[in-house]
């Protein structure tokens, strides 16, 4: 059974930094596309940042402009499973939102899974 386990969100002040984690187990084979989405109220679900498998053709970080060069999307590898993080800088009111974490694998088709959402609220 796959498992995503996302840490890391909280209440910060306008211009503070947080970083997100999520962990994934549960499966044998890395997720090929690692990434971050958040929603806020009354909005739709929206892309942040992924990242590609090292060893694929898509190995490569991709923003929301929203947030290029203040959000940083890494991934690796420990122990307790694929991991990717989110280092969230200079955050801003409009960052404010619920972010999820989702693992993406090619197997004939894509394959999604979900963490349950970290919450980030940031304050003036």
């Known amino acids: 059974q796959v498992r995503l386990v996302e840490s890391g969100g909280g209440l910060v002040q306008a211009g503070g930094s947080l970083n997100l984690s999520c962990v994934v187990s549960g499966s044998r084979l890395s997720p090929i596309v690692m990434g971050w989405y958040r929603q806020a109220p009354g909005t739709e679900r929206e892309l942040v940042a992924s990242i590609g498998r090292s060893d694929s053709n898509i190995n490569f970080a991709n923003y929301a402009h929203s947030v290029e060069g203040r959000f940083t999307i890494s991934r690796g590898t420990n122990n307790a499973g694929d991991t990717v993080y989110l280092q969230m800088n200079t955050l801003k009111l409009e960052d404010t939102a619920v972010y999820y974490c989702?693992?993406?694998?090619?197997?004939?088709?894509?394959?999604?899974?979900w963490g349950q959402g970290t919450p980030v609220t940031v304050s003036s």
């Open positions: 989702n693992a993406r694998w090619a197997l004939g088709e894509w394959v999604d899974y």
